[in-house]
């Protein structure tokens, strides 16, 4: 792992005690230029995680708690009539300031506000009153949903949540991570102990280091391979969109680039599936005895992975 | 139950007035079977079914009531109220409307049924018990039938006069003299032959009965002896099915679809290759052949012209074609003609183009015996120089590609010897790679998994000394593998995957 990239996980982990890695894999979808669904019961600190990535990275932190009257004018802004020059003057809002931008509760805005926000993230600009404002670089989105309580909300439709690079869940920290947090928060807020170690441009010519990784063909083939089979099995009704093999693709180039190679392996495209994948497959109502990670699972133990492919290909050859 | 009964009584009656009308033997035997038969306890079982209570542990049948309830409409349903009857049949619908209390008819709209619930297993089990009840019956029946004829002298002269009937028989084919019964020849042969078949039919029941696999072999053994004995042999149709019944009983289980298909099949196959290779003598072909010889007969009286009678065999036949070739040139179509037919004869006692089929087979046959005895080595060989040339690899120019083939020999060797984990990615192979290789072997194998991975997927090409590495990896496979490999792995290995030179 390169150095940088080391100290910004040893930041973030005094704020977040014991999820190294989540933090890792939060940290390779930051590379991979994507954004990121956290879905998880209330309380196990993803708002905490979002705030110290940001200082750890220096980037510009905007937190917008989505309830069901924030309005899209409220993320992209509007224009106002200015008396004094008599025209109209456009005021940013939250997200043009912003590098990381926390959707706390996304599925409680409004389908509007959702939309808005789902158009900020795939362009990267607003649009206002017919002009386009360009959003900072780098530009993420870390939304949070909850599995709990629900009623009363507007769960993220299917095609919004295909825009999500990976979905990911925090989980309860085990019992020596609970105690050291415990322990820790006894006089000062961890937060505050979080220092900035990399600037912004320094993350952004990482991710383009990133972008650069090699990915041979024999992965290339693989991850077609596991998409394709998605969409033939039996149980799933819609299977992984080509957005999805894109951003396979992606992540599994950046998880490379994280741990100091310069090409895709098959194990960087098997660690990162679940996650990209596991938000992108809906299963059919009569496959009941199947849950989306088993389907995925089985995915990966039978499609062939490039390492036995090519090894048969020269028996064949 | 009632019907059972009744039909019996008949047959009794039946019995009696016969007998009384004609007292002979028949007329005795039928009386004495339909006053004995009710006293056997397993034919009253099989003649009067549920009137005999299930011997032993049979589970008691779960009855269970069900209420089918018709829409009582009509007003003959339902009748007024009296005291005692039991609430739940007022029928409070109609009370309502007539503003009384009514009650349904019990009797007569209310029909119990009865459904008798069984596992699936239990109902087998009885199924299966309910036969061999019957079995058992059906060879008390058999016995009785026997024994009672048996008492009857007409009966058992009967048998010796069959029995010596079965000897004339057998003498007039076979060169051997029996010891015949003293019986007069005349006997009425009727009552023995029931006899005879009821004891069979017992002897073959039982064998079903016991279906001890020995027992029905033991039967089917002495009927091909007695068969053997006597040198007369029952025709094919009585004789099949007896001994496929013999067999049935004598197999474990109930033959399945399967066998019993293949075994079809190949029967088959045996018939139509017979059919095929010797048809037999055909009608058609009979009659072109006598059409022949007659006509062979007709040139034979033309050329020997006094000569009446129709040339058989060789002389004769020599003897034609001398006079033909001496009577010149005027007799030349006649023997054209000749030689046309002793051809024709020779070809006509099978279909023609069974001598094509015969050639194509004689030809396969050759063919497979040059090809095959060569087959095995092309075949290595080939292995051999794929081998070879994976080989040549090793020492590729090319690092990368020369890590890869290496590394692709380890996994050749490690699948061929059971060490392999499938689909897998190679370095989590190292887990199942920790029994059974030598000590610190794992580690080294991941590490050149994660050379290959670099040497499969980089852009980069790799260090020499990762070519050495690798290499030295493969030594140590081979050794380790070799020396674990038994007699027959080792062969494998060498000849047929070519991994060890």
Redesign the interface.
């Given at each position: 792992m390169r150095p940088q990239l080391e100290n910004v996980l040893r930041e973030v982990e005094k704020a977040i005690v014991g999820k190294r890695d989540v933090i890792e894999k939060i940290l390779t979808a930051l590379l991979a230029e994507g954004h990121i669904l956290l879905d998880d019961v209330p309380g196990v600190g993803k708002t905490t995680l979002a705030v110290a990535l940001s200082r750890a990275v220096g980037l510009a932190f905007q937190r917008v708690q989505f309830t069901p009257d924030v309005l899209p004018s409220d993320l992209v802004g509007f224009s106002m009539y200015d008396k004094a020059s008599s025209e109209f003057v456009y005021r940013p809002g939250a997200l043009n300031a912003a590098n990381l931008v926390l959707g706390d509760e996304i599925n409680r805005a409004s389908s509007k506000t959702q939309s808005a926000l789902l158009e900020a993230m795939e362009e990267r600009q607003v649009t206002v009153d017919g002009k386009s404002y360009p959003l900072k670089s780098p530009f993420l989105v870390i939304a949070t949903e909850n599995s709990v309580g629900t009623a009363g909300t507007q769960h993220l439709p299917y095609a919004q949540m295909d825009r999500f690079l990976v979905r990911l869940s925090l989980g309860y920290p085990d019992y020596e991570a609970q105690m050291a947090m415990l322990r820790d928060r006894q006089a000062i807020n961890p937060l505050e102990n979080v220092s900035c170690v990399m600037s912004a441009e320094e993350l952004l010519s990482l991710q383009r280091e990133a972008r650069a990784v090699?990915?041979?063909d024999?992965?290339l083939d693989y991850i077609t391979r596991l998409t394709m089979a998605s969409r033939a099995h039996e149980a799933v009704e819609v299977g992984i969109s080509p957005r999805g093999a894109l951003f396979i693709d992606r992540m599994a180039k950046a998880r490379a680039f994280l741990e100091n190679?310069?090409?895709?392996?098959?194990?960087d495209v098997?660690a990162v599936f679940r996650d990209v994948c596991a938000h992108r497959v809906l299963l059919k109502e009569s496959a009941r005895e199947y849950t989306v990670d088993q389907v995925l699972d089985e995915l990966l133990?039978?499609?062939?992975?490039?390492?036995?492919r090519?090894?048969l290909a020269?028996?064949k050859k | 139950m009632r019907k059972r009964w009744f039909a019996y009584a008949v047959w009794l009656l039946l019995a009696a007035c016969l007998y009384f009308f004609e007292n002979n033997t028949g007329t005795r035997v039928i009386l004495a079977c339909a006053l004995l038969f009710p006293l056997i306890p397993p034919l009253r079982g099989a003649l009067f079914g549920a009137d005999v209570p299930p011997e032993g542990k049979a589970p008691e049948p779960q009855t269970v009531r069900v209420f089918v309830c018709r829409e009582a409409d009509e007003p003959g349903d339902v009748r007024a109220y009296r005291p005692g009857d039991p609430i739940r049949r007022i029928h409070w619908k109609l009370s309502a409307k007539k503003d009384e209390l009514l009650i349904r008819e019990t009797a007569a709209e209310t029909e119990t049924v009865q459904a008798e619930q069984f596992g699936a297993s239990s109902a087998d089990e009885l199924k299966n018990r309910s036969r061999k009840r019957l079995l058992r019956a059906l060879i008390c029946a058999f016995l009785l039938c026997a024994a009672l004829l048996a008492l009857i002298p007409e009966a058992n002269h009967g048998a010796q006069a069959l029995f010596n009937r079965l000897f004339a028989a057998s003498e007039s084919v076979n060169a051997y003299v029996y010891d015949r019964f003293p019986v007069p020849e005349e006997q009425p042969v009727f009552l023995a032959a029931v006899l005879l078949t009821a004891a069979l039919l017992a002897l073959v029941l039982t064998a079903f009965l016991l279906k001890r696999r020995a027992a029905a072999l033991c039967l089917a053994a002495a009927f091909a002896l007695l068969q053997a004995y006597f040198g007369l042999s029952f025709p094919a149709w009585i004789n099949i099915p007896l001994y496929g019944c013999l067999a049935l009983a004598a197999l474990k289980r109930p033959l399945g679809r399967g066998p019993l298909i293949g075994f079809c099949a190949a029967a088959l196959s045996v018939a139509l290759l017979t059919a095929l290779l010797c048809p037999g003598v055909d009608a058609a072909t009979e009659a072109a052949s006598e059409a022949v010889r007659d006509r062979l007969s007709r040139i034979a009286q033309q050329i020997t012209g006094s000569v009446s009678e129709a040339p058989e065999g060789e002389t004769e036949t020599r003897h034609i074609h001398t006079r033909s070739l001496e009577a010149g040139d005027n007799e030349a179509a006649t023997d054209g003609e000749f030689r046309l037919v002793t051809v024709e004869e020779e070809q006509i006692s099978q279909p023609y183009w069974i001598n094509y089929l015969k050639i194509a087979l004689l030809l396969l046959l050759s063919a497979a015996l040059v090809i095959l005895p060569f087959a095995p080595f092309v075949l290595l060989n080939a292995r051999k120089k794929k081998a070879q040339e994976?080989r040549k690899a090793f020492a590729s120019e090319n690092v990368n590609e020369a890590v890869?083939?290496i590394f692709?020999q380890v996994?050749?060797w490690l699948s061929e010897t059971g060490f392999g984990a499938?689909?897998?990615?190679?370095?989590e192979w190292a887990d199942t790679l920790l029994g059974g290789m030598p000590e610190g072997y794992a580690e080294r194998f991941s590490r050149c998994a994660e050379d290959?991975?670099?040497a499969?997927?980089?852009?980069?090409a790799l260090a020499e000394e990762k070519r050495r590495l690798a290499m030295d990896l493969l030594k140590e496979t081979e050794t380790a593998l070799w020396k674990a490999a038994g007699r027959k792995q080792r062969l494998r290995l060498k000849y047929w995957m070519c991994l060890y030179e």
């Open positions: 090699t990915v041979k024999a992965i190679r310069d090409y895709v392996t098959g194990g098997q133990k039978k499609v062939e992975n490039p390492d036995r090519g090894f020269g028996l | 994976i890869c083939a692709r996994i050749a499938d689909n897998r990615l190679y370095r290959y991975e670099e499969a997927y980089s852009s980069h």
